[in-house]
């Protein structure tokens, strides 16, 4: 019966995924807009118990998206900027930062120390990252606005200010006691801990990728079923609307 459930379930959210997928792929190419007819004449004949859910999933989507990206950052001179999460490499560090609610990626030569929840007056240009010039090649400005990213700095000059807590900061110390204790494997147990995949060789990861067993390193349907089935119980104790509870579901996961 829980695998029936289960099952129902996970094909309703496919078709939810999808047309998630959809609305994402059309708003970067209308060309994509050719595939919409054949799908919703599929959901309204063959679900039509999902198509509210899927609705409110688009438009819940659709609002966060705009709202995400007409928010802007005000010029100034000065910016108050919280360390969120830090990347150090051998000759420069990187970090991810919030100014006003919104995240900033900025790069600096040389290594320094930074630890989440610290608090900096920053001087630098923000900019915004220009478009893949070469058609169908990497997009560093999507990249980034993927990761909840719109502007970068480069070698700002940075003052401390003060520091505040950041959950990120158990992150960081958990990754400080991996690189003490068990320095030879550090990379593979940030990976499987932490998602955290910097301490990669390039190489390392291309192998991975050649063999592939990248689904090794990334989060599996196992670990989403469980999420799933978890969800469902707590969320039969509130209502046995089924089509409430596949909307949250929903929802939650994306």
Not at 46 to 57: G, M
């Amino acid at each position: 019966m829980k695998s029936k459930t289960l099952l129902r379930l996970r094909y309703r959210i496919l078709y939810i995924a999808l047309a998630l997928v959809q609305y994402i792929l059309i708003s970067e190419n209308w060309g994509y807009i050719l595939l919409l007819p054949f799908f919703i004449v599929y959901i309204v004949k063959q679900h039509q118990k999902i198509v509210i859910s899927i609705i409110l999933v688009l438009l819940l989507y659709g609002f966060s998206r705009n709202y995400f990206l007409n928010q802007k950052i005000i010029d100034s001179d000065v910016y108050h900027i919280e360390v969120i999460k830090v990347t150090k490499k051998t000759e420069s560090t990187s970090f991810i930062g919030k100014i006003d609610r919104q995240l900033v990626s900025i790069y600096i030569e040389g290594e320094i120390s930074l630890i989440p929840g610290e608090i900096y007056e920053m001087k630098g240009r923000l900019e915004k990252p220009s478009n893949n010039t070469i058609p169908s090649s990497f997009n560093y400005r999507t990249y980034l606005l993927s990761k909840r990213v719109k502007y970068t700095v480069y070698d700002p000059k940075l003052t401390y200010v003060e520091t505040t807590f950041n959950y990120n900061i158990i992150s960081h110390h958990l990754s400080n006691y991996i690189d003490q204790k068990i320095p030879l494997s550090k990379s593979y147990v940030k990976t499987f801990i932490l998602a955290d995949k910097s301490d990669f060789d390039q190489d390392v990861i291309d192998q991975i990728k050649i063999l592939g067993i990248s689904h090794l390193f990334a989060v599996s349907g196992f670990h989403v079923a469980l999420l799933v089935v978890a969800l469902q119980k707590i969320l039969a104790r509130v209502t046995k609307n089924k089509s409430i509870i596949t909307m949250v579901i929903s929802i939650i996961l994306c």
